[in-house]
């Protein structure tokens, strides 16, 4: 089982949909202060089922929706998407999803 891509929209500051795809076994994920990083894994903690506001670095579920700046309106909705490479069927009941 191997993580290939995940689609965020609306989550925290990535209000535009993005994708991060993932090809190869290792990826890491560098840039400077300020830039998403931590918002990436939050979003992966969040889409696996965390909601604790506090594991997310929030102080409410609210938190995790784009809130809007003064040149861009609040969305109503976050979305994150996880695609996992399954070939070898360790996901159990999902290896005949497709």
């Known amino acids: 089982m191997r993580l290939q891509s995940l689609k965020l929209a609306g989550f925290k500051f990535f209000v535009d949909p993005v994708t991060f795809r993932f090809p190869d076994p290792l990826t890491a994920i560098v840039g400077p202060n300020g830039c998403g990083k931590s918002n990436v894994i939050d979003a992966i903690r969040w889409v696996m089922g965390e909601s604790s506001a506090r594991q997310l670095r ?16 609040p969305v109503g909705q976050a979305s994150v998407e996880l695609v996992v490479e399954n070939t ?4 159990g009941c ?3 999803w497709e």
């Open 88 to 91: 070898l069927g360790k996901l």
């Open 58 to 73: 929030g102080d409410a579920m609210s938190d995790v929706i784009f809130a809007g700046t003064s040149q861009r309106k």
């Open 94 to 96: 999902y290896r005949d």
